[in-house]
C-alpha cells in the first residue's frame, strides 16, 4: 500500500474527524440516537481503516493489542460497577437516580459511565477481531482447491 499516496494522504485527514464524530456520538447519545455502541463502532472502523491504509504490523505499533485486551474488560467492568454503585447505594441493579442527590444528575451520570463502558469494549473488541483476522498471513493457492 505504499504507492497509493492519495490514499495514504485522504485517511490521513479524514481518520481524525471519523474519530471526533465518533466521540460526538458518545456524549450526545442520550441526547439523540446514537450511544456506546454507535460511536464504538465508528472509532474502530478508523482504526481498520488506518491499518488497512498502513498496514496491520503499524497499525499494532499505534493501537497496541495489549492495550486494547485491558480496554474490552475495563469497559465491562465499568458497565457493571455502575450498576453495582446503585445496589450500594439503595436502589436497584443499574438505577441511575440513586448516583446522585438530584434524580436527573443521576440519570447522566449512570446512563455516561455506562455508555462509556461500551463504548470501550466495542471499540477494543471490533478492532483486536480485526487485527486477529487481518494478521493472518495464510495465502490461498490454485493448489489449495
Not at 504507492?3 to 441526547?31: M, T
Not at 478508523?46 to 505499533?61: C, E, P, S, V, W
Request: net charge negative.
Amino acid at each position: 500500500m505504499r504507492h497509493h499516496l492519495v490514499l495514504r494522504v485522504v485517511s490521513k485527514l479524514l481518520i481524525p474527524f471519523i474519530i471526533l464524530y465518533g466521540l460526538y456520538v458518545q456524549f450526545h447519545g442520550d441526547f439523540s440516537p446514537g450511544g456506546g455502541f454507535q460511536a464504538g463502532v465508528i472509532v474502530a472502523a478508523a482504526i481498520i481503516l488506518y491499518a488497512l491504509i498502513f498496514g496491520t504490523d503499524r497499525a499494532k505499533q499505534v493501537f497496541k493489542p495489549r492495550i486494547l485486551m485491558v480496554m474490552a474488560p475495563l469497559g465491562v467492568m465499568l458497565f457493571a460497577l455502575t450498576g453495582y454503585a446503585a445496589l450500594a447505594l439503595g436502589g436497584n441493579y443499574l438505577d441511575y437516580d440513586w448516583l446522585a442527590q438530584n434524580d436527573t444528575a443521576g440519570q447522566h451520570i449512570g446512563i455516561l459511565t455506562v455508555e462509556f463502558g461500551v463504548f470501550l469494549t466495542v471499540v477494543s473488541v471490533m478492532a483486536l477481531i480485526f487485527l486477529a483476522f487481518a494478521g493472518r498471513t495464510h495465502e490461498i493457492h490454485d493448489d489449495d482447491w
